[in-house]
């Protein structure tokens, strides 16, 4: 229901901003083609009330009128009034209007209406028509026109073919481009029904050498989650790369063809030879098509993008072909740029060149074409990934640059005649939409300000960042998804940042509205909030109305979220640093919280499922692990699959134990085992059964693949082990008649910040002061009261044991709250770690 609001934002703007409509689309250039060629024919002679200035004009008579037309300059040698009195121009004008229209058959109605917008005279049509025939018709060279005569034959062929083609040519320019965003927008629901109806039995249909060949190899069978060498991007997937070879190869047919040239077979009255008249339509039908380009762009770079909801497709998708399309966008805006400025040079040399440069429209396009080449430039992987603030800014204000560029570009030129800002009022409706509806989600689900309470505590060995969010409202929590969260106490309330969802409590109700209100009061003086640090002083009372992360018997539970953060630089060492000081112990953090983004891989076709994943990637897969033992625990029937297999490589043991916490008691008995891998040093993780050494994902896939006819397999990994996955998935598929589904969670993103944030984003330097000088002596008790997870062993689950695998649960307090508790990682975060993303954002990092 969110979305209602903005999508009727999005109707309106583009509504009130398109009343007419476009050429070809609700706007006629020059229909009935017999009137117009008849007014372009006489307009530029004089008449006998036609007033010359002491400078005098050196211009070219009907091109400019009919440049005039279309935005160029003006004669300026006859006045409106002239024309509305002088009977000649009437007579003459009226004459050709009813001889030539007659000849094609143009309807009275239209003749009427052509007549009231181009005759300048408040006489009517029929009135002004001569009762004779004219004796004589006007020379090709005529300058004056005062006598009532018919209008130069040879003159109006010529008006009449080049504004019948210039018409068509601009009615093309708008068709092509609408095809290029109804096949592009088109293919992608087409494709993201595909993907719904293959994950069930229709699946099943699929030969097994369409997705051997076709739907599961990368582009090469090579890297796909690692960049290429150089960091030169990424490579699509081969279907992906086939979509984006498609749409790129469209474009380049679009803006090639089709042209016709008048010459030499009529005279053209605009164009002196043919190379300019097909470099003029080709200049306008690239700008068109960059415009259109420009649109989809920003369509498939926004966060709250319909197709994510339309077609189930990934962001990482969506953002992939971003980039495309405002690289074709760039590619055609630069043709036409080109295009027009050997337009110039070819009709009157450097100085008709430079004179059009002064113009403002002209120098509004010229710096949206070079913003739009900036914009990519800077947007090169290597830039992403060592320079990422100066990407993000940089892009974000080119970005805006180039709307404010284009819209003047045109609206300077053309004014609102010929409905071209309909485009960028697409765009503007589409950037609108984005905003708006994550704004309206936030206040739906009462998560914006204090609403939003949150405990962030420092995990054994300082590796990870548990912070505890408690929303206003209760989400609709799921594998999949991330949230964006935003820090006040940074004093940079404009960022926020993306993090995986990496568990999550439902909470309890209670049994009566009286019951919620003592329960919440009960909740606010739990213990551990008690015993928490406050943050600072400026956060007031939204520092203390935190919740409790333990639930005692017979009381409410609220609703909550976890996250697991990996520090890295910037807001999260900054963080960490703070944490330290008072390890153990859960601190309040006063922060705003977007979201939940993200859909669940469709895995109730699977017999059984093989989640692989590497390093941090692991709490995608936990994810998953969780949701397979809620459908085992249900007996619903919703998973197919009774058996689960979970492959983890990492490298800091540390991380083991919390990650240990999160999965349920249960496990193991529900059919999950789990085969973990530590290729890094230190003691051994006797109590997670964890080997050393790498992870064998060969033998995984074909040990897994045995006796199954359809296989889920789950990825979540650094670029390398990802790609080696699928390259083993694409050679597994098929054999003994196993089909595999593959799914992915995208590991890559640019995580190297150097953020300048205050020195102390949890505790004013009077709290740190405190903490520092109090905090040996009290962290046990504090960590005794607190009721911190992990603070008392849990026991292992014989049947684990037995399996190899990893079967201790949660510590005993935090079983009765981890119910429906499951992580997620979304959006292409590496590490799970916080990356700045000020909005809007028209480039993303990852997907090249």
Known sequence: ??????????????????????????????????????????????????????????????????????GGEAMGTTSEECYA?????????????????????????????????????EAAYEDSIPPERPAAELAADAVWLNVTSLVNSELYFSYRQT??????????????????????????????????????????????GVSKHLLLPALFNGRHQAPLPGNLGYAPSRILSLFIFLYVVLNLIFSAVPYKSTLPTVANAWFTSEKSEIATYVANRTGVLSFANLALAILFAGRSNPLFWLADISQTTCLTFHRWAARVSTVQAVVHSILYTLTYF????????????????YWWGIVATVLMSLGIAFSALPIRLYQYEIFLVSHIVMAIMVLVGCWYHVVLRFKYNWGYEVWLYIAFALWAFDRLSRFLLGIYRDMLGTTTQALAELAPGGKLIKLTVYPGTKWNFGPGQHAFLSFPTTG?????????????????????????????????????????????????????????????????SRPSVTFLVRPRKGITSSIQRDLSLVRGTPVPLPLSIEGPYGRAANLASAESILCIAGGMGITALMAYVQRFVEARRAGSGALKAARLLLA?????????????????????????????????????????????????????????????????????AP???????????VGVVGEGGTRIDLHEESFAWPWQLNLAVPSSVLFSQRELAG????????????????????????????????????????PADHRRTSRGWWTGSRLDLADLCCVTWPVPSLLSPHGD
């Open 1 to 70: 229901m969110h979305l209602l609001a903005p999508l009727l934002l999005l109707w309106q703007i583009v509504g009130a901003g398109a009343k007419q409509g476009t050429i070809g689309m609700g706007i006629s250039m020059y229909k009935p083609v017999c009137a117009y060629a008849c007014h372009d024919a006489l307009a530029s002679l004089y008449l006998s009330c036609t007033t010359f200035s002491a400078e005098g004009h050196d211009m070219e008579g009907m091109v400019m009128k009919r440049m005039e037309e279309m």
């Open 85 to 121: 009195t002088d009977p000649v121009w009437a007579q003459t004008l009226a004459y050709c209007f009813r001889d030539r229209c007659a000849i094609d058959g143009a309807e009275e109605d239209a003749v009427r209406k052509a007549w009231t917008a181009l005759s300048m005279t």
């Open 163 to 208: 504004l019948s083609e210039f018409e068509f040519q601009e009615e093309m320019h708008v068709r092509l481009s609408v095809v290029v965003c109804a096949l592009t927008v088109g293919i992608t629901l087409l494709a993201g029904l595909y993907q719904h109806l293959s994950a069930g039995r229709l699946g099943n249909l699929i030969p097994f």
């Open 346 to 361: 070819w009709s009157g040399g450097a100085n008709a060149y430079y004179a059009e440069v002064k113009v403002a429209y």
């Open 492 to 556: 940079r309330l404009w960022e926020n940042h993306p993090f995986s969802i990496a568990a999550w409590d439902h909470g309890i109700a209670p049994p009566t509205s009286e019951g919620s209100q003592t329960a919440r009061k009960e909740v606010e003086k739990d213990p551990e909030i008690a015993a928490a640090p406050v943050l600072d002083d400026s956060s007031g009372s939204s520092s203390r109305q935190t919740s409790q992360t333990r639930t005692r018997p017979g009381q409410p």
């Open 648 to 716: 983890w490589s990492y490298r800091q043991r540390e991380i083991a134990e919390m990650v240990r916490a999160l999965l349920p008691a249960d496990a193991a008995a529900v059919g999950v085992e789990c085969r973990w891998t530590c290729t890094g040093t230190g003691t051994a993780d006797s109590a997670a059964g964890a080997g050393d050494g790498r992870m064998d994902v060969d033998a995984l896939v074909r040990e897994e693949a045995v006796g199954v006819r359809r296989l889920a397999v789950l990825v979540c």
């Open 719 to 729: 670029g390398t082990l990802a790609d080696e996955a699928r390259r083993v998935v």
């Open 771 to 810: 903490i520092t000088s109090t905090v040996h002596g009290e962290r046990d008790t504090r960590k005794a009261q607190s009721g911190v997870p992990g603070s008392r062993e849990a026991s292992e689950s014989p049947r684990a044991k037995a399996r190899g695998g990893l079967g201790r649960g949660p």
